[in-house]
């Protein structure tokens, strides 16, 4: 079993800055994937951003430029990194792992980030 626990979220005014960490604990070898999804209210749970196998790195296109995401293999831990985030950017933010061997996908519980205008 995989756990992922998210912190950092809270409210941000648009233009500034937040970093929300994802610590990954548990059986984690198999694990080649990480990243990022959010989901904002009466809205389908979309990518942000995700580090697969190899290290190649996604952003959805409305993310690019502002938001980066990285990982600290060393601590198990994953980050985002939000800069000059936007009222549209507000949502619960979500951490995944997953085993492209096993096709498995793990979930944290979710943070929510609040850009006030």
């Known amino acids: ?6 912190s950092g979220g809270g409210l ?8 929300l960490s994802c610590q ?4 984690t ?12 209210p009466g809205k389908q749970r979309e990518l942000v951003a995700v580090i697969g196998s190899g290290g190649s790195i ?13 990982r600290d293999n ?12 936007r009222p549209e950017d507000t949502a619960v933010y979500y951490c995944t792992a997953g085993s492209s061997l096993y096709n498995i996908d793990y979930w944290g519980k979710g943070t929510l ?4 205008s």
């Open 12 to 19: 941000v005014q648009a233009g500034g800055s937040l970093r």
């Open 58 to 70: 996604n952003y959805a296109d409305s993310v690019k430029g502002r938001f980066t995401i990285s």
């Open 1 to 6: 079993q995989v756990q992922l626990v998210e």
């Open 113 to 116: 980030v609040t850009v006030s």
């Open 29 to 40: 070898f198999n694990i080649d994937r990480t990243g990022w999804f959010r989901q904002a």
């Open 74 to 85: 060393a601590k198990n831990t994953v980050y985002l990194q939000m800069n000059s985030p």
């Open 24 to 27: 990954v604990s548990g059986i």
